[in-house]
Nanobody, 114 residues
Framework: VQLQASGGGLVQPGGSLRLSCVASGSISSINVMGWYRQAPGKQRELVARIRSVGSTNYADSVKGRFTIGRDNAKNTVYLQMNSLSPEDTAVYYC?????????WGQGTQVTVSS
């Protein structure tokens, strides 16, 4: 299983970005896909995740600003990020959990700065 993330970049405070992550390989129909982030000097933390049936979880810090979605036919997960603040600056990692294993993408940098 491989995960390829894209969509990071530099954005001004209050701006928006959309991250995408495509999973390839042997993908189970039952899985959880999600996004984590790691800021400099901090531990990696959950941002949002979505199950194959569509239920979601969000970190309190992003509720109301970020929206996670997925396209099961394309094995793709998205993260729409609105009202970005400098505190959202981090490397964002795509994650796939299935069959008791966890897979990670390479990470994409999101920088929020004026």
């Amino acid at each position: 299983v491989q995960l390829q993330a894209s969509g990071g970049g530099l954005v001004q405070p209050g701006g928006s970005l959309r991250l995408s992550c495509v999973a390839s390989g042997s993908i189970s129909s039952i899985n959880v896909m999600g996004w984590y982030r790691q800021a400099p000097g901090k531990q990696r933390e959950l941002v949002a995740r979505i199950r194959s049936v569509g239920s979601t979880n969000y970190a309190d810090s992003v509720k109301g600003r970020f929206t996670i979605g997925r396209d099961n036919a394309k094995n793709t997960v998205y993260l729409q990020m609105n009202s970005l603040s400098p505190e959202d600056t981090a490397v964002y990692y795509c994650n796939l959990d299935q069959l008791s294993r966890s897979y990670w993408g390479q990470g994409t940098q999101v920088t929020v700065s004026s």
